[in-house]
């Protein structure tokens, strides 16, 4: 079992910024890819970044390309998603999780985090 714990979360104005970790705990972090999805209200959870095990490899949604980062910090089991240009459209709850191989689908992830609510004000 992987335990996964989002926070950073918060309401911001466009064009602001904000850093999301997700802090893991149980299973050897480091055996694990690492990605962020997004919900907003109405719609289907969706793919935004993911990083492999050993932060080489990094994808991004098109949506966020040049505005998001993904990171990783294994030895804190800490993964993180650094939110710059921020837009009223990026507003949703922002879920980390983990997979035992690198992945972009959610039905590839094993384990969820509760989500963090992310709300940017125009």
């Known amino acids: 079992q992987v335990q996964l714990v989002e926070s950073g979360g918060g309401l911001v104005q466009a064009g602001g910024s904000l850093r999301l970790s997700c802090a893991a705990s149980?299973?050897?972090?480091?055996?694990?890819?690492m990605g962020w999805f997004r919900q907003a209200p109405g719609k289907e959870r969706e793919f935004v970044s993911a990083i492999s095990w050993s932060g080489a490899r990094t994808v991004y949604a098109d949506s966020v390309k040049g505005r998001l980062t993904i990171s990783r910090d294994n030895a804190k089991n800490t993964v993180y998603l650094q939110m710059n240009g921020l837009k009223p459209e990026d507003t949703a709850v922002y879920y980390c999780?983990?997979?035992?191989?690198?992945?972009?689908?959610?039905?590839?992830?094993?384990?969820w985090g509760q989500g963090t609510q992310v709300t940017v004000s125009s």
């Open positions: 149980g299973r050897t972090f480091s055996n694990f890819a």
């Open positions: 999780a983990a997979a035992l191989t690198d992945a972009t689908k959610p039905g590839e992830y094993n384990y």
